[in-house]
């Protein structure tokens, strides 16, 4: 590779090996979803395929307030744009989501099922 990645580690999440990808598309089913708008569908794309290394995931609480003060992670890596998951009050009290709680994120186009997300945080943003 010709430059490192942010962070210095591409954070692939795709699970590519065969059983793993069959138990987690399991679980899926058994979960509660969230139907993704395109602009979520668009981070999560990039999540995924490592386009916003060093993030492992959307950004937790401590990572956004860090973010929008002071344009770093809370680990101190540099990244200038918070990526969240926004959801309003009316799905957060539907789906249950509260910190561990695992959710199944949808395609809206085709209702595919698309990742899980393990929920760390739940916060309303200082916008």
């Known amino acids: 590779m010709a ?17 793993r990808h069959a138990q987690l598309a399991e679980e899926a089913e058994t979960l509660p ?7 979520q569908l668009c981070d999560l794309e990039l999540l995924l395929n490592g386009g916003f290394s060093p993030l492992e995931g959307f950004m937790n609480e401590k990572d956004y307030n ?6 770093r992670l809370a ?9 969240t998951l926004d959801v309003s009050s ?3 009290q539907e789906l249950g989501l509260q910190p561990g709680r695992r959710v199944t994120l949808r395609d809206f ?3 595919r099922n698309l990742a899980i997300l393990t929920v760390e945080d739940v916060y309303k943003p200082d916008k």
Do not use: Q, Y
């Open 90 to 92: 009316e799905t957060i």
């Open 3 to 19: 430059n490192s990645p942010h962070g210095g580690v591409l954070k692939d999440l795709l699970a590519r090996d065969a059983p």
């Open 109 to 111: 186009r085709d209702d």
């Open 75 to 83: 680990n101190g890596l540099l990244f200038s744009m918070p990526i």
């Open 66 to 71: 860090g973010v929008v003060k002071e344009n």
């Open 33 to 39: 979803s969230l139907l993704l708008t395109e602009r």
